[in-house]
Each structure stands twice: as structure tokens, then as C-alpha cells.
């Protein structure tokens, strides 16, 4: 009874292990990080609220703690001084990265809900901000009605 309990609590462990990693990698990150730069740009502002949330949101996702807290602020930084130099440019730049995951359905489907999340950290999921998350959804190939969008 106790090996088998060890064995199947060790074929349990692996399992979640392959699941957290099969996100682990920079193509995944960098456009989750795209999507919530999206969304926080909807407004024309990126607050500290929606900062904080796409971080804690990460750190604290099975799915996203695996990355490094560090590369991802660099990766935000970078795509918010893309939106500051052109706000289109930014738009088209994130898009692509988003991009990318089309065709991977369940990461596609985090990245949306991670930035459905973001979108409401500050207490009001506006038009602007399920316009965008529509957006990601068409770059994505995903119906936004599967998100109440």
C-alpha cells in the first residue's frame, strides 16, 4: 500500500511538473507580458494597479510562477517604451508577440484569461479594455464569447 501510494503521489508530482513546464518558455512570457501591456494600454494610461496585478498574477499562477520575476519587468519595460515612443507601434508590436501563440490552444487560453484579469485590477473592466482582450482573441484565432467577451 505504501509503494504504491509513493508511486502514483510521484507519477502526480511529474505530471504537474510537465504541465507548469511546458509554459516555461520566453515565447509564452513575453506575450502574456505583450497582453497585459495591451490591456493596461487600453486606457491611454499603464497604472501601478494593473502593474501589481499582472505581477502577483504571475507569481502567483501555476501556470506563470516558473519565470523569473526579473525577465519579466524587463520584458514589460521593454513593450511599454514601445508604447511610449508610438502607441500604434506598440499595439502592432504586442500583437505580433501575441501572435505567436496562435495555434496553441490552451496557452492562447491563459494568456486571454490572464489578460481578462488584468483588465479588471482596477475594479472596472471597461469597453476599451474587452475591445483589446477582443483583439487578442481574433490575433489568436479564439472566439471572445468563450470569455464573456
Known amino acids: 500500500m505504501l509503494d504504491w501510494l509513493k508511486t502514483n503521489v510521484a507519477a502526480a508530482r511529474e505530471t504537474l511538473s510537465n504541465e507548469v ?3 516555461k518558455n520566453r515565447e509564452f512570457m ?27 498574477y504571475i507569481q502567483n499562477s501555476g501556470e506563470l510562477k516558473v519565470f523569473d520575476l526579473k525577465d519579466v519587468i524587463q520584458s514589460f519595460q521593454e513593450i511599454c517604451g514601445k508604447f511610449e515612443f508610438d ?23 491563459l494568456l486571454v484569461r490572464v489578460c481578462c484579469a488584468i483588465g479588471g485590477s482596477d475594479g472596472s473592466f471597461d469597453d476599451k479594455e474587452r475591445a483589446v482582450c477582443r483583439s487578442i482573441c481574433v490575433e489568436l484565432g479564439l472566439n471572445g464569447a468563450d470569455f464573456d467577451l
Open 87 to 109: 502607441a500604434e507601434i506598440g499595439r502592432a508590436e504586442a500583437l505580433k508577440t501575441i501572435g505567436k501563440l496562435r495555434g496553441k490552444d490552451e496557452a492562447a487560453r
Open 21 to 23: 513546464t511546458k509554459f
Open 30 to 56: 513575453d506575450a502574456v507580458v505583450a497582453g497585459c501591456a495591451l490591456v493596461a494600454a487600453a486606457d491611454g494610461n499603464i497604472n501601478s494597479a494593473e502593474k501589481q496585478k499582472m505581477t502577483g
